[in-house]
């Protein structure tokens, strides 16, 4: 009997220690885990809200010049031979990316990235719409050739959405790049901030060279020798098209 009681509190006082050496191991373990969270955390840049994104579109009315001979805007075209420029419209823009990065302290010596503003401008520099001068205002060939260089108008006007989605797109990728970023030292802010603002400033351009791309395919679509024939035939058989305008071309 007292052996046995012997052997139980014996039995008790071992289970009391391993239980505490268990405990002792969990609040060990919890606390490494804490400790690798925060390391986790502090190893990337989280981002507050997106930046503040404006695109300024600067654009122009289309202006239109009818003080060109069709000899003139076959020039102009440098078409050769292939068919008569009747109509002709010119369309230029200029862009420049600005873009705000200011340094975040979060620690001593690190500091994180961040994106404040994106703010490109995009502006028109020429949009022009000739149609050839010996096309009396009013007739049949002229409203043709208007209603044509009309569409050319629209497919350039469409530019400002499309950049504007761009634009859009870009600032979501810009806000994933940054918050997958790593701190830095101070010395190394000014030249990735230099590097960043360089390599997003050619990205917006590369997106708008696409879409310059895809506006010009547009123009080809509707600048095809069959829509030329179709149109050429819509005043009759007579008309300047086949008459005045041919002979100014000699």
């Given at each position: 009997m007292a052996g046995d009681k012997a052997t139980r509190s014996g039995l008790s006082r071992f289970v009391a220690w391993g239980g505490g050496v268990f405990c002792g191991v969990i609040v060990l373990f919890v606390g490494l885990f804490n400790a690798n969270a925060v390391q986790a955390q502090q190893s990337r840049?989280?981002?507050?809200?997106?930046p503040d994104a404006k695109l300024s579109f600067i654009n122009r009315d289309?202006?239109?010049?009818?003080?060109?001979?069709?000899?003139?805007?076959?020039?102009?075209?440098?078409?050769?031979?292939?068919?008569?420029?009747?109509?002709?419209?010119?369309?230029?823009m200029q862009a420049q990316f600005d873009m705000r990065i200011e340094p975040v302290e979060i620690g001593i010596g690190q500091f994180c990235l961040r994106p404040?503003?994106?703010?490109?401008?995009?502006e028109v520099v020429k949009h022009l719409v000739y149609v050839a001068s010996e096309l009396e205002r009013g007739s049949c060939e002229y409203d043709i050739v208007y209603g044509h260089e009309g569409q050319h108008v629209q497919i350039n006007q469409h530019m400002q959405s499309d950049v504007q989605r761009e634009l859009d797109a870009m600032v979501v990728?810009?806000?994933?790049?940054?918050?997958?970023?790593?701190?830095?030292?101070?010395?190394?802010?000014a030249r990735l901030q230099k590097r960043l603002l360089r390599q997003y400033g050619l990205e917006f351009k590369r997106r708008l060279r696409a879409i310059d791309l895809s506006r010009r395919e547009d123009h080809r679509a509707i600048d095809t020798p069959d829509e030329y024939d179709r149109l050429s035939k819509a005043c009759g058989p007579n008309s300047a098209f086949q008459t005045t305008l041919p002979q100014a071309m000699r």
């Open positions: 840049c989280t981002i507050p809200g997106m289309p202006m239109l010049d009818r003080h060109r001979s069709v000899r003139w805007l076959n020039r102009r075209a440098n078409q050769g031979s292939r068919y008569m420029v009747t109509g002709l419209t010119e369309f230029e404040v503003r994106v703010s490109p401008q995009v990728e810009i806000v994933d790049d940054f918050a997958a970023m790593r701190p830095v030292g101070a010395g190394e802010v």
